[in-house]
């Protein structure tokens, strides 16, 4: 279990970095890897569920998807109109 989360939270780093760079959000790097983590519990562990199957870079898949959902969340909060 611990090595999983671990795994996962250092997938989820990686992944938030590449999708804060996919999204051009002008962010620190602490704070795209702490998106890619909070994206890989929403991604990584949400939707593992419904894929019992697969490795790390199902993994780091779902991390990507879930960081990119919650950037756009985070964007259509943020921005004044």
């Known amino acids: 279990m611990i090595p999983g989360v671990l795994l996962l939270i250092v997938i ?3 992944a ?6 996919l999204m ?3 962010v620190d790097l602490p704070t795209a890897m ?4 909070l994206g890989a519990i ?9 894929l019992t199957t697969g ?3 199902v993994t780091f898949v779902l991390a990507l998807l879930g ?10 909060f943020t921005t004044r109109r």
């Open 42 to 50: 929403v991604g990584g562990l949400g939707l593992r569920m419904l």
């Open 34 to 37: 702490g998106i890619g983590v």
């Open 16 to 21: 938030g970095y590449v999708a804060t760079r």
């Open 67 to 76: 960081s990119l959902a919650l950037i756009w969340i985070w964007q259509k």
């Open 55 to 57: 490795g790390w870079m």
């Open 12 to 14: 989820g780093a990686a």
């Open 24 to 26: 051009r959000v002008p």
